[in-house]
C-alpha cells in the first residue's frame, strides 16, 4: 500500500493527478472555459475509427450480435392497440457478447488502450454488467484487473444480482473490492489507482463511449438490409448515459439522423441511492432514475473531469417504468418468445411495449440490448428477495407499484404503459446545474452554444430560458 | 480454535472509514455505520479467525485485514417460487 495519506479529504485533494496518470488524456487539453469543452475533438482524439474499433472488437469477442424480431410479442401488442397501430418490435441480442451484456464493448477499446500503452492492468467502479466486462476484455489482453463494487448494506447483506456480478467478475480472474453503501466508490477507486499505476477503465472516458457506437452502427445495417428502412425508434435502458450516448452516435454514423431516441428508465422515486437503509429495497441495480436523472441532468458527476457520456446532447424522449412493469415484460418475453433474459435489458423493452402500441404498423421500433441471465441475476431472484425484506409483491395495476414498498406487476399486457417524463424540466435543470458551476449571466457565446448543443436545443433556447433560472 | 493453514483462500475485511471519516455527502443512515471493505486472497501466514492477516489477491496484491471467511462462495439462487409470475403468458391467464 502506499505510504500516502489515505484519508478521505487527502485522496480526493489528489484527484487530478491520479486521473492524468491512471488516464493519459490530459482533459485540460479541450477545455475551453469552467463550462464549455471541445467534446466532439475529445471524442475524435480516441485515434479510433469505427473499422477500428469493430476490428479491435472481434479480436475479443465483441459486437455483431443478432437482432431477433419480436414475432409474438409484436402481435399481442397489436391486439390491445388501436386500428392500424402496433409497430414491429426487434430486440438486440447483446447477451451473446463476450461477459453477457452489451458493456463489453464499453470496456474493449479500454483494453486495447491499456495493453497498447503497456499499462500492467485495469481498473473499473461499477456495480454492474461493466465490472463483469472490464474482467472479461482484460483477461483476453492479459491485463490485471480490479473491479471497486459496492455490494452489502451495513448488514452485510447484498441484492441477489449485484452479488451474482461480482461473482462474475471474479469468474473472469478479477479481484473484486467488496464494499458497503456509498459514494466512498470514487475514493476507494482512486486509492487502487494510486497503489497499483493501472488504467482507469472509467465507464466515462472516450474509449468506453465510442466503444458502444458499434451497437448503433449495427442495428442500423441490420434494420436497413432485413427491412429496407430506418428503425423509426431506438429504445435505450439509460442509467449513466453511456448506452444512450454511444448507440445514438452510432446511429448517427450511420446516417439514422430520424431515429427516435428514447431514454428508458425504471422509476425509483423517493429511494435515496446511497442510504444504507434503502440500498436493499430498489430490486434493480441499475438502468433506474436514480442515476438516470441525475446523469442526464449533469453529466459531468463522475469519475473522470468530462465526462464523454452526454445523453441529453441525443435523447429525444425520457420514457418511465415501473418495476412491477419491468418485471411482467420480463416473463412475457420468456413465455412468448422463449428467451430468458435478464430484468435490467428489459426495461427497455417494456418501454417499447408502451411506445409500439401507439406507433403505426409499418414502423420499426427496436430495444438494443439484452443482458445475461442467471442465478441472483433473475426476476424471479429480485422479487423473491425483495418479498424476504419486506417489499410487498402482488398482481395489480402498476400505478399503485410504490418503489420500496410495493412491487405491483400488471394483470394484463394493456396495463403496460410507462410515463414520459417531461424533456423541458430535464434540460431545464441541466441549465441550474450549469449555473451553479458559473452564473448564467457569465456566460459567454461560446459557452450559451456547448450548453445549447449539450441538451439537443438551440442558443435561442438558451438564452431564452437563462434569465429564469 | 484451530488455525487456519497457510495459502487457504480466505475472506478478509477491513473497516476502510469510520463513520466520523466518511464523506460529508452520505446521508444520515449511512453516516451511522463504517465503509467496510472485503476481498479474498490467499492466506500468507497461518492464522486464527478473527486475527489480523495478509493475503496475496488473485492478482498478486498484498492486502492486510480481518480473517473473516474461509474459502468464501456464494449460494445467491433463483429464489423461492414466486407464484405472481407463474401464469403470465400461459393458457392459465389467457
Known amino acids: 500500500m502506499s505510504a500516502k495519506d489515505t484519508s478521505y479529504a487527502a485522496v480526493m485533494a489528489r484527484k487530478n493527478e491520479i486521473m492524468k496518470a491512471s488516464l493519459g488524456i490530459d482533459f485540460d487539453d479541450y477545455m475551453q472555459s469552467p463550462i464549455a469543452f471541445d467534446y466532439e475533438r475529445m471524442m475524435r482524439e480516441t485515434g479510433y475509427s469505427l473499422d477500428d474499433i469493430r476490428r479491435i472488437q472481434r479480436e475479443t469477442k465483441v459486437g455483431d450480435t443478432p437482432l431477433f424480431e419480436l414475432r409474438n410479442l409484436t402481435e399481442a401488442v397489436r391486439r390491445m392497440a388501436g386500428p392500424g397501430k402496433g409497430a414491429t418490435i426487434l430486440v438486440k441480442d447483446e447477451a451473446a457478447n463476450a461477459s453477457g451484456s452489451f458493456k463489453a464493448r464499453r470496456a474493449s477499446i479500454s483494453a486495447y488502450e491499456a495493453a497498447k500503452k503497456g499499462y500492467k492492468g485495469m481498473i473499473a467502479a461499477t456495480s454492474g454488467n461493466y465490472g463483469a466486462a472490464v474482467a472479461s476484455q482484460a483477461a483476453q489482453r492479459g491485463l490485471k484487473c480490479i473491479v471497486v463494487q459496492e455490494v452489502y448494506d451495513s448488514r452485510g447483506v447484498g441484492q441477489p444480482e449485484i452479488v451474482e456480478k461480482g461473482r462474475a467478475c471474479e469468474a473472469y480472474g478479477a479481484e473484486v473490492l467488496k464494499l458497503t453503501v456509498g459514494p466512498e466508490l470514487f475514493y476507494m477507486l482512486l486509492r487502487a489507482l494510486e497503489d497499483t499505476g493501472f488504467f482507469n477503465a472509467s465507464l466515462y472516458t472516450p474509449f468506453g463511449i465510442r466503444g458502444v457506437e458499434t451497437l448503433g452502427t449495427e442495428i442500423a445495417e441490420q434494420v436497413r438490409a432485413r427491412y429496407g428502412k430506418d428503425p423509426d425508434a431506438v429504445m435505450i435502458t439509460h442509467a449513466g448515459g453511456g448506452n444512450l450516448t454511444g448507440t445514438a452516435r452510432g446511429l448517427l454514423a450511420a446516417g439514422c439522423d430520424q431515429t427516435r431516441i428514447v431514454a428508458c428508465s425504471v422509476d425509483l422515486g423517493g429511494l435515496h441511492m446511497a442510504s444504507d437503509h434503502d440500498f436493499n429495497r430498489k430490486s434493480f441495480t441499475t438502468g433506474h432514475t436514480g442515476f438516470g436523472v441525475p446523469f442526464a441532468t449533469w453529466p459531468d458527476r463522475v469519475d473522470v473531469p468530462r465526462n464523454a457520456a452526454r445523453s441529453l446532447r441525443y435523447m429525444d424522449e425520457y420514457h418511465l417504468v415501473t418495476q412491477g412493469e419491468v418485471f411482467y415484460i420480463t416473463e412475457l418475453l420468456t413465455k412468448l418468445e422463449g428467451l430468458e433474459r435478464g430484468p435490467a435489458g428489459n426495461i427497455s423493452l417494456t418501454a417499447a411495449v408502451a411506445v409500439a402500441r401507439q406507433m403505426d404498423r409499418d414502423q420499426i421500433v427496436v430495444v438494443q440490448e439484452t443482458e445475461y441471465t442467471g442465478a441472483g441475476k433473475h426476476h424471479n431472484s429480485q422479487l423473491a428477495f425483495a418479498r424476504e425484506n419486506g417489499v410487498e409483491v402482488r398482481r395489480g395495476d402498476p400505478k399503485d407499484n410504490v418503489p420500496g414498498k410495493a412491487i405491483v406487476i400488471p394483470v394484463s399486457l394493456d396495463q403496460v404503459w410507462g410515463k414520459e417524463q417531461d424533456m423541458e424540466k430535464l434540460r431545464l435543470s441541466y441549465l441550474r446545474n450549469a449555473a451553479k458551476v458559473a452564473a448564467a449571466n457569465t456566460w459567454s457565446e461560446a459557452d450559451v452554444a456547448f450548453l445549447a448543443a449539450d441538451i439537443k436545443r438551440d442558443s435561442a433556447w438558451v438564452r431564452q430560458h437563462m434569465a429564469g433560472l | ?94
Open chain 2, 1 to 94: 480454535m484451530s488455525k487456519i493453514e497457510k495459502g487457504t483462500w480466505v475472506e478478509i475485511e477491513q473497516v476502510v472509514l469510520k463513520p466520523e471519516e466518511r464523506a460529508p455527502s452520505v446521508p444520515e443512515d449511512t453516516k451511522q455505520v463504517p465503509y467496510v471493505l472485503r476481498v479474498s486472497g490467499f492466506l500468507l501466514e497461518a492464522a486464527e479467525l478473527g486475527a489480523e492477516v495478509k493475503i496475496r489477491t488473485i492478482i498478486g496484491r498484498e492486502l492486510s485485514g480481518v480473517l473473516r471467511t474461509v474459502n468464501p462462495s456464494y449460494s445467491h439462487s433463483f429464489g423461492t417460487t414466486v407464484p405472481e409470475l407463474l401464469t403470465i403468458g400461459t393458457e392459465a391467464e389467457a
